[in-house]
């Protein structure tokens, strides 16, 4: 315990109080995720039906590539704090216009609060780990990410069981106006973060000015592998997420009873995260291969889905939990052993390839899937593509360990 801890003890006092606080900033930002995701997709369920979920993942990404096109423009006019606090301040000005249109019988409003939903999570959470990534070295953050993600998965759990718990007194809608209160809450302590650790400043120490996307040219197959299993565990996650709405949809019929439902399953897959994150990452990182880490991660989603939903296909129960263990592993080892791939690379290829895989790719791969699954919603193609693509991701794994033992 004292070897795994003496690095974060080595860490400068500026540097543990950013880490301090992008922590805090995340918590509350993983804190109003079950609160938005809960009310948004039972908004969305209850008005168009599980059927058309692949559409409106579709619309999540066409919206995130528009948004992302825009931050690639001001990103280097604008400090990265500012735009977080910009972010946040447009989720609660978009989440109150778009649930009172709801209210007023306007049903399309559920199409562009889930969207935007989609939306400021991925932003919020890449530019914190991006400034995170950007300001420690590789031996320091097998320390530290995984205590920022337990305290963010922790967020998400409160998040969680504070949805639930207000379905009893309040409407769905309430909840999701609710939900921008943490939203604004992360803005505010993340502006305690040193302002002058942007990427912008890393970069200038490199003597490099090279855009971050340019940047990532010499080394682009190496981030193309990493895209390439980001987008298969995106095919995994998604396909399973489809099956679940279906019975969720079929089992339980109320908007209220969804979100109820949805804010208890959040709460568990955070349970799963973080326990994963305290019990198992600081250890495995430690004393493990990087190469045995990846690849426990498809096998265990192979066992997931062949008992969730092969054997248990039928039941919400089983359903649910292979989802939750999926979504759980993904946010918490699958998230922080990728984040290792790219510590041999410098300042301004980290945030690119970041930028690219991330964002990009992240949300490219769920809108192809969502693409395919508007016109294949079988459900017995559906599980034979869950056994494909996460024997694709097994042996993806040999030619990016291969290029990461060479970079670094």
């Given at each position: 315990m004292q070897n795994i801890l003496k690095p974060l003890l080595e860490i400068s006092k500026e540097d543990r109080k950013n880490i301090f606080f992008v922590s805090i900033a995340l918590f509350f930002v993983l804190f109003s995720y079950p609160?938005?995701?809960?009310?948004?997709?039972?908004?969305?369920?209850?008005?168009?039906?599980a059927k058309n979920s692949p559409v409106v993942w579709l619309l999540s990404v066409v919206g995130l590539?528009?948004?992302?096109?825009?931050?690639?423009?001001i990103q280097y006019k604008a400090q990265i704090h500012k735009?977080?606090?910009?972010?946040?301040?447009?989720?609660?000005?978009?989440?109150?216009?778009?649930?009172?249109?709801?209210?007023?019988?306007?049903?399309?409003?559920?199409?562009?609060?889930?969207?935007?939903?989609?939306?400021?999570?991925?932003?919020?959470?890449?530019m914190l780990y991006a400034?995170?990534?950007?300001?420690?070295?590789?031996?320091?953050?097998?320390?530290?990410?995984?205590?920022?993600?337990?305290?963010?998965?922790i967020g998400g759990i409160l998040g969680g069981i504070a949805t639930s718990s207000l379905t009893s007194i309040v409407s769905t809608e309430t909840i999701l106006l609710?939900?921008?209160?943490?939203?604004?809450?992360?803005?505010?302590?993340?502006?305690?973060?040193?302002?002058?650790?942007?990427?912008?400043?890393?970069?200038?120490?490199?003597?490099?000015?090279?855009?971050?996307?340019?940047?990532i040219r010499p080394v682009l197959k190496y981030v193309l592998l990493i895209g390439l299993i980001v987008t298969l565990s995106q095919f995994v996650i998604n396909l399973a997420n489809f099956k679940f709405n279906f019975l969720l949809q079929e089992m339980i019929t109320t908007k209220i009873g969804k979100t109820e439902y949805l804010g208890k399953l959040y709460s568990l897959i955070n349970s799963v995260s973080l326990g994963i994150q305290i019990l198992v990452i600081p250890f495995v990182l430690k004393f493990l291969p990087l190469s045995l880490v990846?690849?426990?991660?498809?096998?265990?989603?192979?066992?997931?889905?062949?008992?969730?939903?092969?054997?248990?296909?039928?039941?919400?129960?089983?359903?649910?939990g292979a989802?939750?263990?999926?979504?759980?592993?993904?946010?918490?080892?699958?998230?922080?052993?990728?984040?290792?791939?790219?510590?041999?690379?410098?300042?301004?290829?980290?945030?690119?390839?970041?930028?690219?895989?991330?964002?990009?790719?992240?949300?490219?791969s769920k809108g192809l899937?969502?693409?395919?699954?508007?016109?294949v919603q079988n459900l017995i193609i559906i599980d034979i593509c869950l056994y494909l693509f996460l024997g694709l991701w097994v042996l993806s794994l040999v030619p990016i360990i291969k290029a990461n033992k060479k970079l670094a």
């Open positions: 609160l938005t995701r809960a009310t948004t997709t039972s908004i969305f369920l209850h008005a168009f039906g590539s528009a948004t992302i096109w825009l931050y690639n423009k735009l977080f606090l910009g972010t946040s301040i447009f989720t609660g000005v978009f989440f109150t216009v778009g649930t009172a249109l709801y209210h007023l019988g306007f049903n399309l409003a559920a199409y562009p609060i889930f969207v935007w939903k989609e939306i400021y999570i991925v932003l919020q959470v890449h400034y995170l990534t950007s300001s420690t070295n590789i031996e320091n953050a097998k320390v530290v990410y995984g205590p920022v993600g337990a305290i963010g998965s609710i939900g921008i209160i943490p939203i604004s809450a992360a803005a505010g302590v993340f502006m305690f973060t040193d302002r002058s650790k942007v990427i912008s400043k890393l970069m200038s120490d490199e003597k490099t000015s090279v855009n971050p996307i340019e940047s990846h690849l426990f991660i498809p096998i265990s989603y192979l066992l997931a889905v062949g008992i969730g939903l092969g054997f248990g296909a039928g039941e919400l129960t089983f359903v649910a989802f939750v263990f999926l979504k759980g592993a993904d946010y918490s080892i699958f998230s922080t052993a990728k984040e290792m791939f790219y510590f041999p690379l410098n300042a301004a290829q980290k945030y690119g390839a970041k930028y690219v895989n991330d964002i990009v790719i992240y949300r490219f899937i969502s693409l395919i699954l508007i016109y």
